[in-house]
């Protein structure tokens, strides 16, 4: 976890179009160019899920850019009453968008449509 040298926020790794990493901080956009070393720990991974139909599809790795917005839903797991969200556009217009949760709790992922 870095901190911003001018206002003490966390700073975020972002990616930038000509490939290298920074950390930019998000209070006052402040920005630090990493060492090559350190680049690779902040690698952006991606994460290939399975859905039930057998699709594969390819989700950036959101942590590592921004945490993700929590939202107040119950966990059919173990009942906790706070998961992570994000969004999915299936590859069907028809079937539109698709919202994962993931419970903060016991890490148990579903999703809605
Ligand atoms: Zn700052
Ligand atoms: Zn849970």
Redesign the pocket.
């Known amino acids: 976890m870095e901190f911003?040298p001018?206002?003490n926020?966390v700073m975020f790794p972002t990616k930038t179009d000509n490939g290298t990493v920074k950390l930019r901080?998000r209070?006052?956009n402040?920005t630090i160019e990493l060492e090559k070393e350190s680049v690779e720990k902040y690698k952006i991974k991606k994460e290939i899920k399975h859905t039930p139909r057998d699709k594969t599809v390819i989700i950036e790795d959101a942590d590592a850019v921004q945490p993700m917005p929590t939202v107040k839903v119950s966990c059919p797991k173990c009942n906790h009453n706070k998961a992570v969200y994000w969004q999915l556009q299936t590859r069907s217009a028809d079937e539109g968008s698709t919202i994962f949760y993931r419970c903060i709790k016991c890490h148990h992922t579903w999703r809605t449509y």
């Open positions: 911003c001018k206002c926020s901080c209070s006052c402040y």
